[in-house]
Structure formats: C-alpha cells, structure tokens
C-alpha cells in the first residue's frame, strides 16, 4: 500500500492567499520530498527535508515535518496562478526508492 | 530542466501489439524508475534499476519488463498491450552519490493508449 496520504485531495483558493497542503506517512523515514508536477507532465522537485529536520524554507515554500506525528506540510505562500498544478509529497525509507502519495490538485484563481 | 527524455510522448495502439518506451539521461546517473501513473492518481512504482545489469520489480505488479545494458538507458517493453495497460508511464532517474543527492529527476512521460 501507498506511503503517503495528502490532504486535502482538492485545493482551490484566490491569488495571493497561502496553499496548505498536508502529507501523512507511515514508516520511518530519512527523509521526506515535495514534488510538482503540471498537468500531463513529469514531476519537479520541489523540496527536501531531513528525518532530522523540523522546517525548511525555499522561496514561497515552507516545509515542515513532525516525525513523531509522521506528517509534513507544505506551505505556498503569495499564491501566483502559475502554482496552478498537483503537488505530491514522497517519502525516502532508505531503500533508494520513493513512495508517493496521491497528490493534491491545487488550482490558483485569479 | 532535468537531462531526462522519454519518447515517444504519446502512443496509440491495438490491442496485442508489441511496444517499447524509451528512456534516457544524460547525467550519469546510477539509479532509474519507472512509474505507472493513471490521470490525476498517484504515482506507482513498476521497476527500477541500481545500475548496469540490474533490474528489479517494483511495489505495483506490471506485465511490463525493463532492460539495462547501458547507464543512461532504461527502456519499458510491453510483449501484448491490452486496454489495461492505457496510462501515463514516467521515467526517473538519480545520482548514486549519498546525502544531499537523494532527489529524482523526472522525464515528461509517454501517455500510452491502448485501444
């Protein structure tokens, strides 16, 4: 079964508020990734964070990570209808493979 | 812009034809993946590879073989496509180097029609 669990599946807000986007997990982790992905294109990375890590910043992005809750968060502050796409967070056991979660779809609303 | 391509980007086919995916990098990377991944869904993992010669099943079940003769080839074969197996199929690749490299670079994908 899937890693990773995203909440909410839909998002849509205004341009200019900020997108929270939740990603829950369930095994250990060394580290956890955000990706972006287009429609009908291949997916961006966005972000990493460390099991050591709590927050990281990268722009409008902020990340953060609870490990004892087994959950991350993505936050995109200033929203641009350009954010307009799927974000899906992906966790790395250690095993050099990811396990993606189902993704939100987020649209910006000009 | 990640050094990842797949061709063809789009395919359509009938059913029982023989076809095959292409993927290549031109970053040197060890690692490559490819992924199943239905419209608006998340992604599966079908097979990935460690290097050269290396070839190994992914979380989701696949009819699907892989093939690694070079590093910077990883192509996906399908002996008889059914309906099925219509879906978009991302390739994936990334470095062998430890921490600070863990990320995977994605090529656009090839959407795959099965009639």
């Known amino acids: 079964s899937q890693q990773g669990e995203e909440d909410p599946q839909a998002l849509s807000i205004q341009e200019g508020e900020n997108a929270t986007m939740n990603c829950s997990y369930k095994?250990?982790?060394?580290?956890l990734q955000w990706y972006r992905q287009n429609s009908g294109r291949g997916l961006v990375h966005l972000i990493l964070i460390r099991s050591n890590e709590r927050e990281k910043h990268s722009g409008r992005l902020r990340v953060t990570l609870d490990t004892s809750k087994k959950s991350s968060s993505l936050l995109i502050t200033a929203s641009r209808a350009a954010d307009t796409a799927s974000y899906f967070c992906?966790?790395?056991?250690?095993?050099?493979?990811?396990?993606f979660g189902q993704g939100t779809r987020l649209t910006i609303n000009p | 812009e990640a050094d990842i391509y797949q061709t063809p980007r789009y395919l359509v086919i009938g059913t029982g034809k023989k076809i095959t995916l292409e993927c290549s990098q031109t970053m040197g990377h060890d690692k490559m993946y490819w992924y199943q991944q239905d419209p608006g869904m998340e992604l599966h993992l079908i097979h990935y590879?460690?290097?050269?010669?290396?070839?190994e099943k992914g979380d989701l079940s696949s009819e699907s073989t892989v093939s690694r003769i070079r590093t910077e080839h990883f192509p996906l074969t399908l002996e008889s496509a059914r309906p099925s197996h219509t879906s978009q199929y991302l390739c994936a690749s990334r470095t062998n180097l430890a921490a600070g490299k863990e990320t995977q670079y994605f090529g656009p994908g090839t959407r795959l029609l099965v009639l």
């Open positions: 095994t250990s982790i060394n580290n």
């Open positions: 992906a966790t790395d056991g250690g095993a050099q493979k990811l396990v």
């Open positions: 590879s460690y290097g050269v010669n290396s070839t």
